[in-house]
Nanobody
Framework: QVPLVESGGGLVLAGGSLRLSCTAS????????RGWFRRAPGKEREFVAA????????YYADSVKGRFTISRDNAKNTVYLQMDNVKPDDTAVYYC???????????????WGQGTQVTVSS
């Protein structure tokens, strides 16, 4: 119902910045709440950040709070993850997902993108 495509991943030095984008197709479904998750090598997928459908509320994992910022531009059907002061532990495949309401709970996310790789070197 809400196809999602992530972009913006790549290589970055520790302490640097990167911005990920997640663009959705469709019309009414494009204003769903969205979240960012990540899966590091050898680990389970974990919650990173989420944003309500109109961008007025956000959640962050403790591991990224103060460093990452989630935002959205509904006119472009796009949500962003601005990653500042990145650390090697941020290395992971990052996934965008859509849910019916703002939540940190992975099972409540209905649609997922294919993921984009972020690699942070020290």
């Amino acid at each position: 119902q809400v196809p999602l495509v992530e972009s913006g991943g790549g290589l970055v030095l520790a302490g640097g910045s990167l911005r990920l984008s997640c663009t959705a197709s469709g019309r009414s479904f494009s204003i769903y709440a969205r979240g960012w998750f990540r899966r590091a090598p050898g680990k389970e997928r974990e919650f990173v950040a989420a944003i309500s459908r109109y961008g007025d509320n956000t959640y962050y994992a403790d591991s990224v709070k103060g460093r990452f910022t989630i935002s959205r531009d509904n006119a472009k059907n796009t949500v962003y993850l601005q990653m500042d002061n990145v650390k090697p532990d941020d290395t992971a495949v990052y996934y965008c997902a859509a849910s019916s309401a703002l939540t940190t709970r992975e099972p409540l996310y209905e649609d997922w993108g294919q993921g984009t790789q972020v690699t942070v070197s020290s």
